[in-house]
Structure formats: structure tokens, C-alpha cells
């Protein structure tokens, strides 16, 4: 089944893994960045969850301290993208979904 998922943040990455490892065609579209609302918190700042909290898809947060800043995670999302090999077109806002049940379309707007 082809799968079309707004939004590229943790959530939406996590959820396309899922999806992808039991065999559906999966695409992400983000009006941004990949996680672009993360990009908006303070630069050096340090999540309160620990490394393994964080984690997603069984894929490890390899940094020596016990807790990511915003940069490791950041990063770490971007190496998630690359490892599990999802399809991920940011910049591309979603205005619009038209159609019924088993036959959407998106209407996109590339920034």
C-alpha cells in the first residue's frame, strides 16, 4: 500500500519506519526541514530524556554523554533518515488532501 505522511519530526519518522519494515511504499512530506520544529529549540540546549529514551526504530544515539543536545539530535534524526533508507521530501507543504477512501490526492507546494 502506498503511504503518504505529513509531517518529518520524530513522530512521523518513527511511524514511517514501522510502516516501511512491513512492506508499505511510504513518503514524507514536510513543509521544512527534517524535525524542523526541534531546529527552533535553543541551540545548545539538553533533553531532559536520556539517549535511550529518545532512540527510535532500534537505531542507537551514539554520543558519549547520557543525554543529546538539540545538535546531537538533530544529527541523529538525519542519520535515522539515511539508515533506515526512508523517503523524506522536505520543503514540500501539503496544502491540501482531496479525494475519498483509496484514492487521495496531495496538493503540494514546493518551497
Known amino acids: 500500500m502506498k503511504i503518504a505522511l505529513?509531517?518529518?519530526g520524530?513522530?512521523?519518522?518513527?511511524t514511517a519506519d514501522h510502516l516501511q519494515s512491513a512492506g508499505h511504499e511510504v513518503v514524507l512530506y514536510d513543509k521544512g526541514p527534517i524535525a524542523g520544529n526541534i531546529t527552533r529549540y535553543p541551540y545548545y540546549?539538553?533533553?531532559?530524556?536520556?539517549?535511550?529514551l529518545l532512540e527510535i526504530g532500534g537505531v542507537p544515539i551514539t554520543i558519549p554523554a547520557d543525554k543529546p543536545t538539540r545538535?546531537?539530535?538533530l544529527n541523529y534524526l538525519t542519520?535515522?533518515?539515511e539508515t533506515k533508507n526512508l523517503?523524506?521530501?522536505t520543503?514540500?507543504?501539503v496544502t491540501e488532501v482531496t479525494g475519498?477512501?483509496?484514492a487521495f490526492t496531495l496538493h503540494l507546494k514546493k518551497q
Not at 10 to 14: E, I, K, R, S, T
Open 6 to 8: 505529513i509531517g518529518a
Open 10 to 14: 520524530p513522530a512521523g519518522l518513527a
Open 45 to 52: 540546549m539538553t533533553w531532559f530524556s536520556t539517549k535511550e
Open 71 to 73: 545538535r546531537d539530535y
Open 79 to 81: 542519520r535515522f533518515v
Open 87 to 89: 523517503r523524506v521530501r
Open 91 to 93: 520543503y514540500h507543504e
Open 100 to 102: 475519498q477512501e483509496g
